[in-house]
C-alpha cells in the first residue's frame, strides 16, 4: 500500500457512493449507462474470484465486497427499481464488440495460460473500456448532468492515481505488470477529453457536452 494507491482507492470508492446518491436522492437513472455498469459488474465478478481462495488482508477483503456489491445494487437501481427512468434507447453501444476481442485478446497474452489467471487478464483488459458505453451515450444526449460528470472524473482519477501507484512501485520495489499498465494507460486514455471538458466547463458551473 501506497499513498497513491490509497487515494486511488479512496477515488474509486467516490465514484461509486456519488452514483449510488445521484439515483437515491433524485429517484431516477436518466444519462446512467447500465451497460457499462454490467460490464463493470463483469470486471469485478471476474478479477475477485480469489475471494474464495486466498487472503490478503481485512482491507483488500471488505473494498472487493464492496465493488461487488455495489455494482450489482447499481444494476438492480437501473433495471429494476427505476427502470422507468432508464433511457435505453440512447444507451446503445454494442458491447459484444468490446467483449469478444477482450476475451480473445486475454486467451493470447496473459502471464500464465491457467483459468483464473485468463479470467484476471480478461478483467484487467475489460475494465480499460468498460466506461465506453456511457460516453457513447453522453455522446448521443448531447450533454451529461454535473452529478454524473463528479462520478466520471472521480472514476478516471482512481485509474490516473493508479498509474501513479504502478510509477511508485516500479521505482520503490522493482515491481511491474505490464499487462496492468497498458490496460490502464489505455483507460486513462480515455478519459482524457473528458478530463479536460470537466476542468473547462463543470468546474465553471456548466453541463458536458461530448461530439456525437
Request: charged share 15%.
Amino acid at each position: 500500500m501506497n499513498i497513491f494507491r490509497l487515494c486511488g482507492d479512496m477515488s474509486h470508492l467516490a465514484a461509486i457512493i456519488i452514483l449510488l446518491l445521484k439515483m437515491w436522492k433524485t429517484r431516477s437513472v436518466a444519462g446512467i449507462s447500465g451497460k457499462s455498469q454490467i460490464l463493470f459488474a463483469t470486471v469485478f465478478t471476474a478479477r475477485y474470484l480469489d475471494l474464495f481462495t486466498s487472503f490478503i488482508s481485512i482491507y483488500n477483503t471488505c473494498m472487493k465486497v464492496f465493488f461487488i456489491g455495489t455494482v450489482y445494487f447499481t444494476i438492480y437501481l437501473i433495471y429494476m427499481k427505476f427502470k422507468a427512468t432508464y433511457d435505453s434507447n440512447h444507451d446503445s453501444f454494442r458491447v459484444e464488440f468490446l467483449i469478444v476481442p477482450v476475451g480473445g485478446l486475454a486467451f493470447l497474452v496473459n502471464h500464465e495460460f491457467a483459468p483464473l489467471e485468463i479470467i484476471w487478464t480478461f478483467s484487467i483488459y475489460l475494465e480499460s473500456v468498460a466506461i465506453l458505453p456511457q460516453l457513447f451515450m453522453i455522446s448521443k444526449t448531447g450533454e451529461a448532468e454535473t452529478i454524473t460528470s463528479h462520478y466520471l472524473f472521480a472514476l478516471g482519477s482512481y485509474r490516473a492515481l493508479y498509474l501513479c501507484n504502478w510509477i511508485y512501485r516500479y521505482y520503490a520495489e522493482g515491481f511491474f505488470d505490464l499487462i496492468a499498465v497498458v490496460a490502464g494507460v489505455v483507460q486513462t486514455i480515455l478519459y482524457c477529453d473528458f478530463f479536460y471538458l470537466y476542468i473547462t466547463k463543470v468546474m465553471k458551473g456548466k453541463k458536458i457536452s461530448l461530439p456525437a
